[in-house]
């Protein structure tokens, strides 16, 4: 029983952990609504989408798909999920997905795809996270016969979130694009920041898109919506994913309060994502100024910085700097990563590029 003496807490204020990080760059995750992004989810209209009835998570589908050039979309709460479901049309059970060893797919999904979809994954070694298209082609087998395993589909990552952010080169893209289709292999784009990758470049969504055979795109990361994914894809693969979503649990109701964010978001954030790109390069400036060799200014491409703390240092420099006030995530033992998003200023970037250099020049 709620006590009436109880103070009345607004339910728009968030709890504040005393541990949480003043400048929290753990990750682009943490954003929170804007209150223009909060007044139009409140607002929007909304109805049952496992029956389909939503009108707004409607117009978030088919407005996503038609931007990466597809012909239809489904709403998913997670990126993770939407990956899950992508690669199930591309890949059968006994199949294998191919993929980088640092890929989110086979890194970070708790090996979903083998448990859930009875996928098997091979992965090549790659250093900065780019894609090499002869690499890709060497490693996939396409006339396994009856004794090896085929591979059904090729993922890749962009932007590549454990290779620093990096963006993957289109002209790569569009070689492998057209090699695997010559020899029947389908290819899954993991975009949860490909919004990342449009602004830095400025290549069309579409022209990543159609490149792909289904495409995830995250929303509550950069964008800065409290949740939800897009898998895009032909509309007979989405409507077999939208079936395997409801088998998953992953089926939700009046979802169009969050699908209204992301539409929010994509009417008002996608282009203020430069301003992420420049607040990283401050950063990354900010601790390079003060700890030399931990870090390359000039190898910053979009939001993500990656920070060499010294062998077996990682978190040691992740609870110092988390006492002074600043998030970041540790990467293995000697990495560290710091994303920016739009609820880190500029100056709060420069001013945590500072307190993190000198942390890492006092421990070396």
């Known amino acids: ?98 993929c980088d060893e640092k890929a989110h797919v086979v890194r970070a999904e708790l090996g979903a795809h083998a448990a859930v979809s009875g996928i098997t994954t091979r992965t090549w070694a790659t250093g900065d996270g780019r894609i090499e298209p002869d690499r890709v082609l060497e490693l996939a087998e396409v006339a396994a016969g009856p004794y090896l395993v085929r591979t059904g589909a090729v993922a890749v990552e962009n932007t590549h979130n454990l290779a620093g952010g990096v963006v ?115 950063f990354a400036a900010a601790v390079a100024e003060r700890a030399p060799g931990s870090v390359d200014p000039s190898a910053v491409e979009t939001n993500i910085v990656i920070v060499d703390a010294g062998a077996d240092r990682a978190a040691r420099l992740v609870e110092a700097a988390l006492a002074k006030g600043i998030g970041l995530s540790p990467l293995g033992s000697r990495r560290v990563r710091a994303i920016t998003h739009h609820d880190v200023t500029m100056e709060q970037s420069a001013h945590a590029g500072g307190v993190v250099g000198a942390l890492v020049a006092e421990m070396g």
């Open 1 to 98: 029983m709620i006590d009436p003496r109880s103070p009345v807490v607004d339910p728009r204020s968030p709890v504040v952990d005393p541990r949480s990080p003043v400048v929290d760059l753990r990750s682009d995750t943490v954003t929170r609504p804007t209150e223009a992004m909060r007044r139009a989810m409140v607002s929007a209209p909304v109805g049952d989408d496992v029956y389909g009835e939503d009108p707004t998570v409607h117009t978030l589908e088919e407005r996503t798909a038609d931007l990466l050039g597809h012909e239809a979309g489904l709403f998913c709460a997670t990126g993770s999920l939407a990956n899950v479901l992508g690669v199930a049309q591309l890949v059968g059970p006994g199949q294998e997905l191919l």
């Open 168 to 282: 993957q080169p289109y002209e790569a893209l569009v070689e492998l694009s057209r090699r695997l289709a010559d020899v029947g292999v389908h290819l899954h784009l993991d975009g949860a920041r490909l919004w990342n990758a449009h602004v830095a470049t400025g290549v069309a969504l579409e022209d990543y898109g159609r490149l792909f055979d289904t495409v995830n795109v995250c929303f509550s990361k950069g964008l800065g919506a409290p949740v939800g994914s897009v898998l895009v894809g032909s509309a007979e693969r989405i409507a077999a994913a939208r079936m395997l979503r409801k088998r998953l649990g992953g089926g939700w109701r009046q979802a169009g309060m969050l699908a209204a964010a992301a539409i929010h978001a994509l009417d008002h954030h996608v282009e203020r994502m430069a301003d992420d790109h420049d607040a990283a390069r401050r």
